[in-house]
């Protein structure tokens, strides 16, 4: 309990009030300033290793927009990212390892949060508060009193920002959405969603010197402090709770919000959990 009053506390002394609403959970939009046809849109993006490499092609793939600025904990990181744009033919971006040094920079009209999860939210609310635009990878936050302060951000600031439930764009689920609410096999009353990949153990880890190209504090941010250990960065974070949300947030959110999408339902009355790790 004194962790989540900790991280909840962080959060709020950003200038977010903490207030319950309601809104569809898989994506958060607002209409904000509308840029004109010429208007170039700045980006940076934040969180420069698997997804955030994507959503850099992604954004160069769009025309008129540019990125101005690239920011990770990971100086390699930042490197490898800055060389991504360079071979691109795309200019050369700024480097920032601290993102909350980007916020007060009147040139970024939008930013791209590829960070860990327990990163999403405070990142999308202090952008927010900048007047920023926002793409925050799912999930949008670590629990859900961190997803109602971002609602809440987006409606005190007026803020556009969407969370990145790309599958809703796929082809192949707006058919097959299309036809299950069109009544193609009947009246569906139940959906399954499931999500599975052979993933190996991460052993036990084992405490090590922080290395010197990682800002271990900065890194942990809002979550509680902990030794580093070997085998949490970059990806294992995924299975800790200080710092991720397991599978069902990873990936099966994708599959539920499907389930969710073809029933025409919104949030549930119960939920229960049970599970364990049965096979590596």
Partial sequence: MKNNRNRRIFIKNMGVVSVAVASTPQVIWSTGKVLGANDRINFAVAGLNGRGKALMQSIGKVANTQITHLCDVDSRAMEGAQALLLDAGAKSAILEGDYRNLMDKSEIDAVAIASPDH??????????????????????????????????????????????????????????????????????????????????????????????????????????????????????????????????????????????????????????????????
């Avoid at 969370?163 to 609410?181: C, F, L, P």
Wanted: with cysteine.
């Fill in 119 to 280: 990163w999403h939210a405070p990142m999308a609310i202090m952008a927010a508060i900048a007047g920023k635009s926002v793409f925050v990878e799912k999930p949008c936050c670590h629990n859900p009193a961190e997803g109602e302060l971002l609602v809440e951000a987006k409606k005190k600031y007026n803020a556009i920002i969407q969370m990145g439930n790309q599958q809703r764009s796929g082809n192949a689920s707006k058919e097959a959405i299309e036809d299950i609410q069109s009544g193609i096999i009947g009246d569906v009353y139940m959906g399954k969603a499931w999500y599975a990949n052979t993933r190996g153990p991460i052993g036990k880890g084992k405490a090590s010197p922080v290395p010197e190209w990682l800002d271990w504090e900065l890194w942990q941010g809002p979550a509680p402090r902990v030794p580093f250990k070997d085998n949490i960065v970059h990806y294992n974070w995924h299975w800790f709770w200080n710092w991720g949300t397991g599978e069902i947030n990873n990936n099966g959110t994708h599959e539920i919000d499907i389930c969710r999408w073809a029933l025409g339902v919104t949030y549930p009355s119960r939920v229960t959990s049970s599970g364990g790790r049965y096979h590596f």
